[in-house]
T-cell receptor
Framework: EDQVTQSPEALRLQEGESSSLNCSYT??????LFWYRQDPGKGPEFLFT???AGEEKEKERLKATLTKKESFLHITAPKPEDSATYLC??????????FGTGTRLKVLA | NAGVMQNPRHLVRRRGQEARLRCSPM?????VYWYRQLPEEGLKFMVY????????ESGMPKERFSAEFPKEGPSILRIQQVVRGDSAAYFC??????????????FGPGTRLTVL
């Protein structure tokens, strides 16, 4: 069964303290790996799509990478406004995204 | 360019009533997906629709739940005779391409349904 697991469940960082979020997937024939940010009471906001192992994408303080088994979301020198839940999703050739349960990130000033 | 729109944002229903959730996709998008998010759980796929067609409803409960995307107007997710277990956040997403697996889905703000 296709599955996406995110770790840690929650993460507290000091402002400026870089870290990484993990997304492990067991999906037959991965066709796309997606990262979203979700603020409380809002819908997921698209961040990145990764298609193949070795691919990397960057946006401001965020960088997403992909291997054959997992994806990482690296956060460099985070700010309090980066506090949110980060969601990972994978698809295996259909339109059905398989979501993880997310990592709740809190960045303290 | 307006994003995906959903209304109402919050909906309260008593057990046995009907809930109607509406979704207008992004401009230029003709593919709509509905997901449900329960507390402490990930988003779960429910149904995929194109204009006037249900493509895949495999994630939707067989009873009480239905969805449509008419030629004109928003997509509707309808829940009949709601029960407390239906309380959740319901998200709509849309995409531009023909359901291509790697096409990015963009999400709306969600409707938070509370069943009393």
């Amino acid at each position: 069964e296709d599955q996406v697991t995110q770790s840690p469940e929650a993460l507290r960082l000091q402002e400026g303290e870089s870290s990484s979020l993990n997304c492990s997937y067991t999906v037959s024939g991965l066709r796309g790996l997606f990262w979203y940010r979700q603020d409380p009471g809002k819908g997921p906001e698209f961040l990145f799509t990764l298609y193949s192992a070795g691919e990397e994408k960057e946006k401001e303080r965020l960088k997403a990478t992909l291997t054959k088994k997992e994806s990482f979301l690296h956060i460099t020198a985070p700010k309090p406004e980066d506090s949110a839940t980060y969601l990972c999703a994978a698809t295996s050739g259909t339109y059905k995204y398989i979501f993880g349960t997310g990592t709740r990130l809190k960045v303290l000033a | 360019n307006a994003g995906v729109m959903q209304n109402p944002r919050h909906l309260v229903r008593r057990r046995g009533q009907e809930a109607r959730l509406r979704c207008s996709p992004m401009k230029g998008h003709s593919h709509v997906y509905w997901y449900r998010q329960l507390p402490e759980e990930g988003l779960k796929f429910m149904v995929y629709l194109q204009k006037e067609n249900i493509i895949d409803e495999s994630g939707m409960p067989k009873e009480r739940f239905s969805a449509e995307f008419p030629k004109e107007g928003p997509s509707i997710l309808r829940i009949q005779q709601v029960v407390r277990g239906d309380s959740a956040a319901y998200f709509c997403a849309s995409s531009a391409k023909a359901g291509a697996s790697t096409d990015t889905q963009y999400f709306g703000p969600g409707t938070r349904l509370t069943v009393l």
